[in-house]
């Protein structure tokens, strides 16, 4: 059982929004809780880009590409990460995978599809 697991993809028409979450079950909140949290996606035939980061302290970066579009988030209480995702177009199918990074150990989940075509 992988430490991460996603949810919430599907197919949505353009102009649509999907909620990602990601939980981490088996991480104790002392390690959840000071861990960077992360999403990335991967499309066919292209490298794994980094969608959006929230630091421990609530700190968030965005790829230029989804500024304005997505939302990052966490939940400490729960051990879960949010991805909100508006305005969807083609160019952001992928799938997106959630990361949680502390002191340079990585764990990844296996991903959740996201596919928006009409």
């Known amino acids: 059982q992988r430490q991460l697991q996603e949810s919430g993809g599907g197919l949505v028409q353009p102009g649509g929004s999907l909620r990602l979450s990601c939980a981490a079950p088996?991480?104790?909140?002392?390690?959840?809780?000071?861990?960077?949290m992360a999403w990335y996606r991967q499309a066919p035939g292209k490298e794994r880009e980094l969608v959006a980061s929230i630091t421990a302290g609530g700190r968030t970066d965005y790829a230029d590409s989804v500024k304005g579009r997505f939302t990052i988030s966490r939940d400490n209480s729960r051990k879960r990460t949010y991805l909100q995702m508006n305005g969807l177009g083609p160019e952001d199918t992928a799938v997106y995978l959630c990361n949680r990074n502390l002191e340079g150990q990585s764990f990844w989940g296996q991903g959740t599809q996201v596919t928006v075509s009409s």
């Open positions: 088996r991480t104790i909140s002392s390690v959840f809780n000071p861990s960077q």
